[in-house]
């Protein structure tokens, strides 16, 4: 079982940047494909960009709206995975969402509050 720790939330400008990390703990990261999603108030999580685990050859995906501006990676020495984005608007406004799948299981972490206004 792994636990999922969130952080880098905040509130932003429109157009500008924050950087979400997702800290992994009780196995290694790169056995589960790590995803972010978000949920806006009154609306349904959905899914914003996945990185496939090391057994996996599905890669790096985005949702569409997200294209372009953000960027998952991984980051081996934290046991982590990252979220870059970019050119934020407000419409991204959310909380955001750590998960992590290997077929068998699905974790969550406790969800990150991201702002965009002005």
């Known amino acids: 079982q792994v636990q999922l720790a969130e952080s880098g939330g905040g509130l932003v400008q429109p157009g500008g940047s924050l950087r979400l990390s997702c800290v992994v703990s009780g196995r290694s990261s790169i056995l589960y494909t790590m995803g972010w999603y978000r949920q806006a108030p009154g609306q349904q999580r959905e899914f914003v960009a996945s990185?496939?685990?090391?057994?996996?050859?599905?890669?790096?995906v985005y949702a569409d709206s997200v294209k372009g501006r953000f960027t998952i990676s991984r980051d081996g020495a934290k046991n982590s995975v990252e979220l870059q984005m970019n050119n934020l608007k407000p419409e991204d406004t959310a909380v955001y969402y750590c998960n992590a799948q290997d077929g068998r299981s699905s974790t969550w972490g406790q969800g990150t509050q991201v702002t965009v206004s002005s």
């Open positions: 990185a496939a685990s090391v057994t996996s050859r599905t890669g790096l």
